[in-house]
């Protein structure tokens, strides 16, 4: 069997539910995740995360610095910033500052929180990632993600893309199919950044990016292709129309589906992409049926200026 083929049957038999229940999970939890978004803001160049089960519950933000977790942020109901041993331990071992580790948490508003922002803003210049490099990258391309200049997003290459956010957060879109060794399995995955890029013909298109650190690929075509095959079938499940909202769209979802599956590498690996792809586009179906279709790209990335190169991989002209 093929990858759809593999996903597919996994999907049928194991996924579908699971489906229907993160998505009910995420559309009960908006409207206390919105009401904790109020009371906050966000202080740079600390970013604040969500996750499912943050977002599930009592609200929970994963509080970072170039990616590295460093903090909660914890609303129940006032904003309240949580620092763990382990936080303290990474932020010592990572960025060489001594934060405390509080025993329940301090007031988002209050000295001690101000403290531990300044501590970050005062190394912000002269630090570009902690333990995950992959995730400093990730945290940066999201920033530039979020930009409205069109002159200086990416360096200027690539403008109208935005990423999908949850009350304004970024947040790891959960699925019910993992692909993390480039094969689906049927535990639970997230795509590491889910994006709404409007076309040529103005018709708007989720993209599921599959994010590699500088040097590497490693699964990235299979990766990106399983989790826009699961994302096919969520949205053409009956659970489709709620994932619809949660992604931030307000109409009715078109009859057919444009989605684009995205591996994001540095320019150095373009040449192993451009080979890997000529297999992996003749052995898998970008057209799942009549409705769905899947359009493979790979977005090039200077580490150093993140100007992207944004090119389709079907053998087709430079998107636009």
């Known amino acids: 069997m093929n990858l759809y083929e593999q996903t597919k049957r996994l999907w049928d038999e194991k996924a579908v539910g699971r489906s229907a229940r993160l998505a009910h999970l995420l559309r009960a939890a908006a409207p206390s995740v919105e009401a904790a978004a109020c009371k906050f803001r966000e202080w740079q160049p600390l970013r604040f995360y969500l996750s499912l089960s943050g977002a599930s519950g009592t609200p929970l933000f994963s509080v970072r610095f ?30 060489g500052l001594t934060t405390p580790a509080w025993k ?10 101000k403290d531990f922002r300044e501590k970050f803003r005062g190394i912000a210049e002269g630090v570009r990632s902690g333990h995950s490099e992959e995730h400093a990258v990730e945290s940066r ?4 993600l979020e930009k409205n200049d069109r002159k200086t997003k990416f360096a200027g290459s690539f403008a109208g893309v935005r990423p999908v956010l949850l009350a304004g957060f970024p947040f790891q879109c959960a699925l019910p199919i993992s692909a993390c060794e480039g094969k689906p399995k049927a535990t639970d995955g997230h795509i590491d950044i ?11 298109r989720l993209g599921v990016w599959e994010l590699k650190r500088p040097g590497r690929i ?18 053409r499940d009956k659970s489709g129309p709620d994932w619809y909202r949660i992604f931030g769209f307000t109409g009715s979802m078109p009859r057919r589906l444009e989605l684009e599956s995205v591996v ?7 040449p192993a992409v451009e080979r890997a792809a000529q297999t992996f586009l003749r052995e898998n179906s970008f057209d799942l049926d009549d409705n769905v279709h899947i359009e493979p790209f790979a977005a090039y990335y200077d580490p150093e200026a993140l100007k992207i190169d944004f090119q389709t991989l079907a053998g087709t002209s430079a998107a636009q």
Not at 141 to 144: D, T
Request: no cysteine.
């Open 194 to 204: 889910l994006t709404r890029r409007r076309g040529s013909d103005h018709g708007v």
């Open 264 to 270: 994001a590498v540095s320019q150095d690996r373009r």
């Open 218 to 235: 490693d699964h990235a075509l299979e990766q990106a292709y399983i989790y826009a095959v699961t994302l096919g079938l969520m949205l």
């Open 66 to 95: 170039r990616g590295q977790e460093v903090a909660w942020l914890k609303v129940a109901p006032t904003p309240i910033l949580h620092v763990s041993s382990k936080h303290q331990g990474a932020t010592t071992r990572y960025f």
């Open 141 to 144: 391309i999201l920033k530039e």
């Open 104 to 113: 329940g948490g301090r007031e988002w508003t209050g000295k001690d929180a």
